[in-house]
T-cell receptor
Framework: SQTIHQWPATLVQPVGSPLSLECTVE??????LYWYRQAAGRGLQLLFY??????ISSEVPQNLSASRPQDRQFILSSKKLLLSDSGFYLC????????????FGAGSRLTVL | TQLLEQSPQFLSIQEGENLTVYCNSS?????LQWYRQEPGEGPVLLVT?????EVKKLKRLTFQFGDARKDSSLHITAAQPGDTGLYLC??????????FGAGTILRVKS
């Protein structure tokens, strides 16, 4: 069966510090990978998605970047965090690009102080 | 830009009551999904509806996709405290990207 792991679960960082959130998927090959941000337990905003190694599409201009160094690894990064980067970040995967069912990780709660 | 509007935003009811959550758009979606999310966790898929007019039942939950595939509803019969959570609808639209509604926070009191 497929599993998705996301870490760290909770992170408190000062403004201006770097960020790295990691997501890995097990039990499948060539998944589509996504990073979402959720504000105040409400709707999800798509930040990045990837259909393959090194292929990243950005949905919203922002202070964040994403990378996919391996088939089942997706990383969300920032060089300098802003207060507005605080939120709940969710990684997800799907079988293909037809917006099929998304399976989400448990999320990473980021607080920027 | 495709948007999905969910209503109500917040719902607090007593155990045993029925409720309906709505998801509306002016855009057509090829499919629509409903997710349930508990605090501090990722959303979990409840159902996917694909055909206009489709009705799916999952125990006490009934999901309907509008005939024109622009709207959907989730009806819960005899709500229980375990139904408490955030309910999200998501539509597969242009470029096959999922568009999420803002969610409905449901609280069922015992």
């Amino acid at each position: 069966s497929q599993t998705i792991h996301q870490w760290p679960a909770t992170l408190v960082q000062p403004v201006g510090s770097p960020l790295s959130l990691e997501c890995t998927v097990e039990g499948t090959s060539n998944p589509n990978l996504y990073w979402y941000r959720q504000a105040a337990g409400r709707g999800l905003q798509l930040l990045f998605y990837s259909v393959g190694i090194g292929q990243i599409s950005s949905e919203v201009p922002q202070n964040l970047s994403a990378s996919r160094p391996q088939d089942r690894q997706f990383i969300l990064s920032s060089k300098k965090l802003l207060l507005s980067d605080s939120g709940f970040y969710l990684c997800a995967w799907s079988w293909d690009s037809r917006a099929n069912v998304l399976t989400f990780g448990a999320g990473s709660r980021l607080t920027v102080l | 830009t495709q948007l999905l509007e969910q209503s109500p935003q917040f719902l607090s009811i007593q155990e045993g009551e029925n409720l309906t959550v709505y998801c509306n758009s002016s855009s057509v979606f090829s499919s629509l999904q409903w997710y349930r999310q508990e605090p501090g966790e990722g959303p979990v898929l409840l159902v996917t509806v694909v055909t206009g007019g489709e009705v799916k039942k999952l125990k006490r939950l009934t999901f309907q996709f509008g005939d024109a595939r622009k709207d959907s509803s989730l009806h819960i019969t005899a709500a229980q405290p375990g139904d408490t959570g955030l309910y999200l609808c998501a539509g597969a639209g242009y470029g096959n990207k999922l568009v999420f509604g803002a969610g409905t926070i449901l609280r069922v009191k015992s």
